[in-house]
């Protein structure tokens, strides 16, 4: 057992610059383990100031970790076939920056916006109406927007952050959409391509090709050739396939080991890698 009080003595000395000390601190946290993440957790909403919070953040990612990577090594075992199971472990990577998130209160944030745009769109509208009825929903007045301020800032990559800010990269709104076309049966899948993630809308009658960063836009084939060569790719096929469940997981990966790699904090880094190289090997 410990106390609020222990926590806060042993946070304080983990500064002190004997060796020693910062050793038996380390052996305490380590011995109490995931026990003391609520204490931690309490400690740090209490905090004002940043640096003190991202302390004892970096403390409690220490001490679950190790779960982390047991509970996405299942989710990965039991595999990536279906849209549920790319969500299960997209809020299982979310709680690799929030140990203690709640992650089944988010899915019932998705099912509230499919519940409150489904009436809009089950009746009377042919596929193309509900697509766009879908987009405008999401875009216009939920506000979800690309972040193009902060744009590599690792909040914009965790499912929970983005559906608290709004905001995310081109892959996180992708999977806000994606996920709430779940829910109502949609066909609206991701395209891997290089640089910047798209959506793709698959109809009974057409195709359509939607950039989430520019407020649920319908792009061109040519549109995304122009933008490809700009930034130096070769357009390929394959740039324009539909993403499998694993391609989304490990891009979402990928993207959080640059911003964190950009933020210089290392740690996070190599355990970040550690679950790419746990993923990768379920690559066919």
């Not at 190790?66 to 595999?79: A, P, Q, Y």
């Not at 745009?117 to 009377?124: A, D, F, L, M, W």
């Amino acid at each position: 057992m410990t106390s609020k009080n222990e926590i806060e003595s042993l946070l304080f000395l983990m500064d002190d610059p004997d060796p020693f000390v910062q050793q038996s601190v380390e052996s305490r946290l380590q011995e109490l383990g995931e026990n003391a993440v609520p204490l931690l957790d309490e400690y740090r909403a209490e905090l004002s100031e940043r640096k003190a919070k991202e302390k004892v953040g970096d403390v409690i990612h220490k001490l679950t970790f190790e779960t982390l990577e047991t509970d996405f090594i299942e989710v990965l075992e039991g595999g990536l076939k279906t849209r549920r199971s790319l969500e299960k472990a997209i809020f299982t990577l979310a709680r690799f920056e929030d140990p203690t998130l709640r992650t089944s209160e988010y899915r019932k944030k998705l099912d509230q916006f499919a519940k409150m745009v489904e009436p809009q769109i089950k009746y009377r509208l042919d596929e193309k109406r509900k697509m766009k009825r879908l987009l405008k929903f999401v875009f216009e007045d939920l506000h979800f927007r690309g972040d193009p301020n902060n744009y590599h800032a690792p909040e914009n990559c965790f499912l929970n952050t983005v559906i608290d800010r709004r905001k995310g990269l081109p892959i996180s709104l992708s999977l806000v959409v994606m996920f709430i076309a779940h829910r109502l049966e949609m066909p609206f899948f991701g395209i891997n391509m290089p640089i910047h993630f798209m959506l793709n809308f698959v109809g009974d009658k057409e195709e359509v090709l939607i950039d989430p960063y520019d407020d649920g836009a319908i792009v061109t084939y040519d549109q995304c050739y122009f933008f490809l060569k700009k930034n130096n790719i070769e357009p390929r096929p394959e740039h324009f396939q539909i993403a499998t469940n694993l391609d989304i997981l490990l891009r979402c990966i990928r993207n959080l080991i640059h911003s964190y790699e950009r933020e210089e904090e290392l740690e996070r880094v190599e355990d970040l890698q550690k679950l790419l190289h746990v993923a990768e090997m379920y690559l066919d």
